[in-house]
């Protein structure tokens, strides 16, 4: 099961970054236009198993703007499957969920109350439906962990410093991991788009194979998850003019303007090389666009 995707590392020439500092995008945003990043890598070795299960329909669970919800619409429709997802909140209509729909998702809306009882959901609407297979919200899980790992056994280059974005940090934990069995020598910095972040050590650390040193940056969510302020606003308007990279307003940009912000104090030695992994979720943006106006 494989997206036709050569992967790529440019690098990325914006001044601001740092003078000596070299800085490269592992374009992951590049894979597929819905099946983006990091949800194709997560999404993979569960589309495996549950083929190899002999299963038909993939249910899973997301927010009104979850990326994740999209990408499973759209690999569902490619890969045969059904696919059915349980939406947090009252019914609504927005870019991403129509997308869903045409893709040929069956979205199924619960309050926010129903929707923390997700076992439950699952046997309710689908009881002794074996055809079912369950993928976790965000994606998140072992087969998640590993699809992740390929975003390092795929470089090409060696880094000394790789960032990546974390919600529930099954990507996060795939880097990881592969760094430490390729026994790379690079520092691998997470960063957190959640207030109150360092709950993402026990997630993370609950799919390491190892105890293996990280970063974990908790400062840059900018208010919180999809929370957002002028400045972010600002930064990717800016970034995006200059480079012709469009970075998400959820994830990516908080990654990057957090390796900003590193650089401006100086954290990174002269010619260290910097990996920042474009986890992709542009469609994010369709859920802001107001703000950019
Ligand atoms: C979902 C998502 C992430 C977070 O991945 P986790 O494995 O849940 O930590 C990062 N970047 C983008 C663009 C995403 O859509």
């Not at 993979?44 to 990326?67: D, M, P, Q």
């Not at 919180?224 to 480079?243: C, H, M, R, S, V």
């Not at 990516?252 to 992994?277: E, G, H």
């Not at 979720?281 to 950019?292: A, Q, S, T, V």
């Amino acid at each position: 099961m494989e997206l036709k995707f050569n992967s790529i590392e440019e690098e990325i020439n914006y001044p601001p970054i740092s003078d000596f500092v070299s800085l490269s995008f592992k374009r992951d945003d590049l894979i597929h236009p819905f099946i983006s990043g990091n949800k194709w890598r997560k999404l993979k070795f569960n589309l495996i198993k549950a083929r190899e299960l002999n299963k038909k329909h993939l249910v899973t669970y997301g927010g009104a703007y979850s990326n994740h919800l999209l990408a499973s619409a759209a690999a569902g429709a490619k890969f045969n499957f059904k696919t059915s997802a349980f939406v947090r909140g009252e019914e609504a209509n927005n870019p991403i969920l129509n997308l869903c729909r045409l893709f040929g998702m069956n979205l199924i809306f619960v309050s926010r109350e129903d929707y923390k009882n997700k076992a439950k959901l699952v046997s309710n609407n689908f009881n002794d439906n074996n055809e079912v297979y369950v993928l976790e919200e965000g994606g998140f899980g072992f087969e998640a962990e590993k699809g992740c790992r390929e975003i390092i056994t795929e470089l090409k280059n060696n880094y000394d410093h790789i960032f990546c974005s974390a919600g529930t940090g099954a990507t996060a934990a795939g880097i990881i991991n592969q760094v430490s069995l390729s026994q790379l020598k690079t520092t691998v910095h997470i960063v957190s788009l959640l207030k109150g972040g360092e709950f993402l050590k026990t997630e993370i650390d609950k799919l390491l194979i190892h105890k293996i040193e990280y970063q974990l940056h908790t400062d840059y969510h900018f208010g919180g998850y999809a929370k957002t302020k002028p400045e972010l606003i600002n930064f990717i308007k800016d970034f995006t003019q200059q480079t012709g990279i469009l970075i998400d307003p959820v994830y990516t940009s908080k990654t990057l303007f957090a390796i900003q912000d590193l650089a401006s104090k100086n954290y990174f030695k002269k010619n260290d090389k910097v990996l920042m992994i474009h986890t992709g979720g542009l469609f994010g943006i369709l859920g802001m666009m107001d703000k950019f106006i």
